[in-house]
């Protein structure tokens, strides 16, 4: 079972192993496993290759497509079958089986419940499929940091403290006690670690939120391999220290956000000259093939608030049905939605016309259940050369795909052979572009995500609802507007203006004046347990009258007391009037 980056155990198997002879339970006679070969484990793995791949169903090309008409768009694009192996993963010597440390576990069970496969080959195989799929779940950014924290966490368990990485359940007060102890120290030894270091200039010390990441990370790897890893309790009170040293140092642990790109500043970027060296000695030509799939790429970010990962793929991703492609992009001509229109029918576009895009799955939304469904549309404007519409008009005319490759063909392509855009391509080119317009300083705030901001925060200021900023940037969650939809600074005087203007006039329920013939709350209402004011009043009228009585009356007094005295009031009112009595006749006594 490949999870995420562990070191497999290694363990021969064999038919009759201890293993399987262990257990609470009686041992029933071994039964036929439904799957072939039921003897030997080279007969099993002679039987079990892998299937050759098949073209998908055209029902699952229409899954979450909304109703449009489909032309000849050609075959999908071959689709990865098969669980998608850990790299990381190394081959087990000869004669061996590589387990991973939950099977390894399966097999140490010796609980009534214990899974006792008849043949033993049983568990290799599921370890492969059911682990690979597992492995396959997680993303390949968040694989990639798993990756990296469990390098690092394997090197200070070895390095520090002699013990094994991959930690074993236990529910003693004193191994979790060690396990709480170990995380927090973890998150101390990554503070100086050499390769742990600010991506924030000047500022030597790493932010406390990225030490916790790789703390969480472990966890998750620990998860996949089926093991639970919740000791967090020590490295939190480890943050909270960190956090206010690093706030005493540089003031603040704020995130550093990109700035948004608005319109106007996309129609900076296109207007600069050809000829601009964007790295990997490659030089931008915006008439060439890879110059109007950049400008039109560059348009649909502004205009439909894309992640760079929408738009391109990273090194080693080939394109597949879950990425957007030519057959994505369709028109709407004079009313009539064409999937695949003729170089006639696009230089024939008049206002009105629009140009539609098919959504893909996304980070939100990985199997487009949420947004696949509902196009995007970008309106052609003849006036305006860099609109959207127009840009992609100018793509497809320039680039053109056959009509059979459509569907194979990733939306935005760097070469005439049809190579996908990668994410390096997108980065250095834009890269670039921002250091002629803003200068290598401001370049800094930006990114291709600042599109993303710019639409919603140009969307912000035209007033748009909260339910259209999030559609339009396909937002599950209100949270990511409180985020990215960032009010514009003029905005923001002139909202402040306006309130300062305002003679506000609002009263909560419990300040409401007092109906008729109440008094204002006092002090019975301020004071939790309060008496009604009049008892302190009597308190003090008999405090102040006790001098005056003769003991006689406060023996009488005691008597007429209640009876339900919880707080021996009565007998201390009683010892009042016995010493009472005593200083009465001592000052007799004095007197003669």
Request: aromatic share 8%.
């Amino acid at each position: 079972m490949t999870f995420q980056p562990i070191h497999h155990q290694r363990r021969a198997l064999q038919p009759h192993s201890p293993v399987f002879e262990q257990g609470a339970a009686p041992r029933a006679e071994p039964r036929p496993h439904t799957l072939e070969p039921r003897e030997t484990t080279a007969a099993f793995e002679a039987t079990h290759r892998p299937r050759a791949k098949r073209a998908p169903s055209p029902v699952f090309e229409a899954r979450g497509a909304p109703k449009i008409p489909r032309s000849d768009l050609g075959p999908a694009p071959p689709f990865p079958l098969g669980p998608r192996l850990d790299p990381l993963r190394r081959e087990p010597p000869t004669g061996e089986v590589g387990l991973s440390p939950l099977v390894a576990d399966l097999l140490a069970d010796t609980s009534a419940m214990a899974l006792r496969p008849s043949d033993p080959s049983t568990f290799a195989f599921f370890d492969d499929h059911v682990g690979g799929a597992v492995a396959g779940s997680v993303p390949l950014n968040t694989g990639s940091k798993n990756a990296t924290s469990w390098r690092l966490w394997e090197e200070f368990c070895r390095d520090v403290w002699s013990t094994p990485p991959l930690r074993a359940d236990s529910g003693e007060l004193f191994n979790l006690n060690r396990e709480r102890f170990l995380v927090a120290a973890f998150v101390v030894w990554l503070q100086s670690h050499d390769k742990i270091k600010s991506k924030i200039k000047g500022r030597s010390l790493p932010k406390p939120d990225t030490l916790m990441g790789h703390a969480y990370a472990v966890r998750r790897v620990h998860v996949l391999n089926g093991r639970a890893f919740h000791q967090f309790r020590l490295a939190k009170h480890v943050l909270r220290t960190f956090s206010a040293r690093y706030c005493s140092l540089y003031g603040s642990v704020a995130p550093t956000r990109k700035e948004p790109l608005s319109r106007p500043m996309l129609k900076r970027l296109l207007a600069v000259p050809s000829g601009l060296n964007i790295g990997r000695r490659r030089t931008l030509v915006w008439d060439s093939w890879f110059g109007v799939n950049l400008a039109a790429a560059m348009a649909v970010a502004s205009s439909g608030g894309f992640r760079k990962g929408e738009l391109a793929l990273q090194d080693g991703v080939d394109h597949t049905l879950t990425r957007m492609s030519r057959a994505s992009l369709f028109w709407i001509i004079r009313g009539t939605i064409v999937r695949a229109p003729t170089a006639a029918q696009l230089l024939a576009l008049q206002p009105g016309d629009k140009a539609g895009l098919l959504a893909g799955p996304c980070k939100n939304d990985p199997w487009g259940a949420f947004f696949a469904a509902h196009p995007l549309y970008f309106a052609y404007d003849p006036e305006d050369a860099d609109n959207t519409a127009a840009r992609l008009r100018t793509f497809i005319l320039r680039c053109p795909v056959p009509a059979g490759r459509l569907r194979a063909t990733p939306l935005f392509t760097s070469t005439s052979l049809f190579e996908p855009m990668r994410h390096r391509d997108l980065d250095c080119s834009l890269q670039a572009l921002l250091v002629v317009v803003f200068g290598a300083q401001g370049a800094e705030k930006y990114s291709w995500h600042s599109f993303r901001v710019g639409l919603a925060c140009a969307l912000l200021a035209a007033g748009a609802p909260e339910s259209t900023i999030l559609a339009l940037c396909r937002w599950r969650s209100a949270s990511s507007l409180r985020v990215y939809a960032r009010i514009s600074f003029d905005d923001y005087t002139s909202w402040l203006r306006r309130a300062e203007a305002e003679d506000v006039r609002a009263i909560q329920g419990p300040n409401l004046p007092p109906l008729p013939g109440q008094a204002w709350p006092g002090t019975t209402d301020m004071v939790p347990g309060a008496l009604d004011d009049s008892a302190y009043e009597l308190l003090e009228r008999a405090l102040r009258d006790l001098g005056d009585r003769h003991p006689d009356d406060l023996h009488e007094l005691a008597a007429r007391a209640p009876e339900t005295d919880p707080d021996d009031f009565v007998a201390n009112f009683e010892r009042l009037g016995s010493l009472a009595a005593e200083d009465h006749d001592a000052g007799a006594e004095d007197a003669e």
